[in-house]
């Protein structure tokens, strides 16, 4: 299989060469040959005044809206500077029929993508500290709230969350993080903006993107049911017309 640099979270923070200082040593909640795969979808997509798709920075959001799913089996696990980093083996199988590999190293306490956590973290747990990047964005710190209690097949799972926003250039960028309390394994993440500007074209744009956990080897830690909570998601659709929608094709493993 062809090997590529994974696509599909490295930019999701928008800036994500950007790292932030690292939190305190947490245990890993995995361990290597554990594998979960996701779902990554454009629910819309809205610009105005020629704004090109996809924006700068924003790279992702065309890939989520060209696959149907992404298989991340962890491969390594090792000791690093902060934090422990859990090395995935990133499998994209793209709509076309194509499949794609690549190798994506994340630190536990450091990394902008926090595709896994530390496992049985509490409320209040600081995931990322508070920093100044070195464009002048100004990362407030990302700090789980109360636990939720999330159901699947296979029971109820206690789960934590991270509702975040920042102020990017005078955009509001919405983020959301569900992980499964026990492994610290990402099952939801949820990113949108409403009306941001572009300085390339001077248009706007809007966009709601979500990332899904649909099967893992681990049992018990499956796709959620979403339909208890109220999501970003439920809020920001009513306000933003969905105008992109791609229709995914049956997961098959």
Partial sequence: MKKIIVPVCLSLLLLATLVAPAVGQW????????WF?????????????????????LEFLQVYNETDW??????????????????????THWSNGTETTADMADNMTSSM???????????????RPAYTDDFGIEWGARILGAPIMLTSDNGT?????????????????????????????QVYYENSVSDAYDYTSGGTYSYVVKLELVDSSIEGVLVPDLTGP?????????????VFLHKRKKLNT
């Fill in 37 to 57: 795969i996701y779902e990554g979808t454009l629910v819309s997509w809205q610009a105005s005044g020629g704004v090109a798709f996809p924006p700068t920075y």
């Fill in 70 to 91: 992404f298989k991340y089996t962890v491969s390594d696990i090792t000791p690093g500077t902060g934090g422990d980093n859990v090395t995935f083996t990133v499998l």
């Fill in 27 to 34: 245990t890993v909640g995995i361990t290597v040959g554990d």
């Fill in 113 to 127: 993508t926090m595709m896994v956590i530390g496992a049985n973290l509490t409320q209040g747990e600081v995931i």
């Fill in 157 to 185: 799972r206690e789960t934590n969350v991270c509702d975040y926003s920042v102020d990017i250039y005078g955009n509001l960028f919405e983020y959301l993080w569900y992980w499964d309390a026990e492994t610290g394994v």
């Fill in 230 to 242: 109220i999501l970003l998601l439920s809020l920001i659709t009513i306000m933003v017309p969905i």
